[in-house]
Every structure is written in C-alpha cells, then in structure tokens.
C-alpha cells in the first residue's frame, strides 16, 4: 500500500467545495482524539472533575458520557459549520448560534457521544456515532423541519471505534471509507478505501439474555441460528459486546448480523433512531448491506421525536432478509425494500 492519504487530504479531493463539511469532519475528528486519549488513560483520570446525573434516557450517565458530550460540543460550535446538534446526552436540540443566512453553519448532526459507556471500566471497545443533515432553509429560524429529517435525508454518516486502534468510518453518497487514527502524527489515515460488506457471514449479535421477552419470531430466528445444519455443522457463531459499534464493526468487515429487537415489554426495543440506527444504516446499506425494523428499511421511518427508538436488524443484506423473514413473515422484497 502506498502511504495513506490524511483524512483532510482525503476529503479535500471528495469534496472539494464543500468547506463546511470538510471543517465538521476535521472538528469531529478532534474530539474523536481526545476521547481516544482519555479512554487510554480513563484508570488514572481524575473523573470526578465532571458532573454526572441521569440523562433523558433515564440512564445513569458515566462520566465519559459527559466528558465526550463536552468535547464534541466544543469541537462542533468551533467548527463554525455546525448550527444545531441533537446528541443523545442532551434533552432537548442544543442551538449553536441563532444566526440566520450564510453566517450560520449548514449542517446539523445528531451524535451519541459514547456509545457502549457501560464497557469503559471495563475495557471493552467503545465508539461514537454521528449522522450530518443540511439545514432546509438558511434564512428561516430552525425548526423540527431541521432536526426530524428521515434517515434517507442524510448527508453522511460515521462512527469511532476506541478499540485496539482508534478507527473512523466515513460513509456519504461516495461510499465507505475507513481511517486509521496514527497516534504519532494525530492524523487519521485512510487505510480502509471503498469498504464493502461481504454478502453474508457466520456470526449473529444480539442479547440473548433478552431471549424470553422476544416475540415469537425474533425466538425462531434465534433457534435458527443456533441449530445445526443436516451434516451437523453449526453455521454460525454468537458474538456481542454490548457496543453497538463494535457489534457493527465487526459485520461491516467480515459479515454478519447484529438485532437488537422490539420485546413485548419495550416493543420499540433500546436503540435510538436519530444517533445509533439511522447513522449506522446509512453507513452500513452505503456499503452494500441492508438495515430494517423487522418490518420496514430503518431509513425510510419517519422520526417523530429526537430521542425516539427503534427495532433494528442489520447487516449483510441476505442475513438480514433471513432475519426479517422469520420476525415477519410478509416482509416486502428486498426490491421493495429499497424504493
Ligand atoms: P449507549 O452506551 O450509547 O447507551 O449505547 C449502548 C447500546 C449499544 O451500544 C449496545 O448495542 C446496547 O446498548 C447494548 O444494550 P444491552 O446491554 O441491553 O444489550
Ligand atoms: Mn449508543
Ligand atoms: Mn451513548
């Protein structure tokens, strides 16, 4: 491989006019590496520096929570292309700048800054995950016109996995690349061009601790997956790490398929539509793969509040179907799916 080009150097040739969405990407990927840095070093940090609390989840926020909300906040008002962030740490839609007209930035991004938190004192890989939305109209004040766009609306879409090595995977209409943080230089490097999902794979990810509250076809996909074949091989392998990232990551290189379902005592399942579905389904069907309810393409849902959630089944396009098939068993075609 000849030496990787720099994610600046990258993206200046992807989109060379576009000097907002060039100047959010260098700001995300700022804070991305001070995250990096402060996962790295997360035993020794001082944490208790930061004020932690229950977030609109309902969720105990750790203090890496907050932290990575700081960070990309900062990162994002001083980016200057940025007029409204919807994150996951957030209540409400934080405002960058009430300016109007060419002032004010042009994208909004939704963002789950930490995602997986409930593994960093534990070390497992953790990430961040945004989506990037134009603004529909610079000369009128923002409204949920802006912050309710469906998924298909995207720009683009990325997520960072902190793992054995900071990893970023950017998706837009030109497809999936993956860059590499080098942590002597502080650049992310492209390392990964024109990511594809391989057509299927052997592992499946879900929580099957949740097994008894899964309606009756998520219980006969799950079987399915456990059971052998007739020449008594077991076609696929569980594995799950409680970050979504992660989970993802995986099947976006080698395969596979990763549900966190609906269950008859939250029917709307755990994961957020706006930071974790949508942006992981632009990125993953960018790349070949397929990303549904159970019923619908997670990218056509229309999103009625910012912290709304959704069932998703996502991965390698054949899986998925599968999947979707015993969740539902009128599932439209894959054809259908796409329109
Ligand atoms: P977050 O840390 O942003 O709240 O996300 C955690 C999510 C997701 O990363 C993961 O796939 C899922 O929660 C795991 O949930 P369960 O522990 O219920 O399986
Ligand atoms: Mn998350
Ligand atoms: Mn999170």
């Known amino acids: 491989m000849s030496d990787p080009k720099s994610l600046r150097h990258f993206m200046e040739e992807q989109h060379p006019q576009d000097m907002h969405l060039i100047s959010l990407l260098m700001h995300l990927t700022m804070a991305a590496s001070e995250l990096s840095v402060k996962l790295a070093s997360y035993p020794f940090g001082q944490m208790n520096d930061v004020d932690c609390g229950i977030n609109v989840q309902g969720e105990m926020q750790g203090p890496m929570d907050v932290f990575a909300d700081h960070r990309f906040m900062l990162h994002l008002r001083a980016s200057g292309s940025c007029c409204a962030v919807i994150s996951e740490e957030q209540p409400e839609v934080v405002r960058m700048n009430e300016d109007l007209g060419d002032t004010a930035g042009p994208y909004i991004v ?33 409204s949920n016109v802006d912050y309710l766009q469906r998924g298909e609306e995207q ?20 497809g999936v690349d993956g860059f590499t943080l080098d942590s002597l230089s502080g650049e992310f490097l492209h390392t990964h061009p024109g990511i594809r999902i391989p057509a299927s794979g052997s592992t499946y990810a879900v929580n099957d601790g949740n097994y008894h509250l ?15 074949t007739e020449l008594g091989d077991v076609p696929y392998s569980a594995r799950y790490t409680g970050s979504m990232v992660a989970d993802v990551h995986r099947l976006l290189i080698r395969g596979g398929v990763f549900l966190y379902p609906g269950t008859t005592t939250a029917p709307a399942g755990k994961l957020r539509l706006a930071y974790e579905c949508n942006p992981m389904a632009y990125i993953v069907e960018k790349a070949g793969g397929l990303a549904i309810t159970g019923t619908e393409r997670i990218l ?40």
């Open 300 to 339: 056509g849902i229309e999103i009625k509040s910012i912290h709304q959630r959704s069932p998703i089944v996502i991965g390698s396009a054949q899986m998925v179907m599968t999947a979707g098939h015993f969740i539902n068993p009128i599932l439209p075609s894959l054809h259908e799916l796409h329109l």
């Open 214 to 228: 899964f309606r009756r076809g998520t219980q006969n996909y799950v079987r399915f997956c456990r059971q052998q």
């Open 155 to 174: 720009v683009a879409a990325g997520y960072f996995l902190y793992g054995t090595t900071t990893i970023f995977v950017y998706a837009d209409a030109k």
């Open 110 to 142: 939704a963002l789950d800054p930490l995602d997986g938190s409930s593994n960093v004192a534990v070390n497992i890989p953790v990430g961040s995950i945004f989506s990037i939305y134009t603004r529909k109209d610079k000369d009128k004040m923002l």
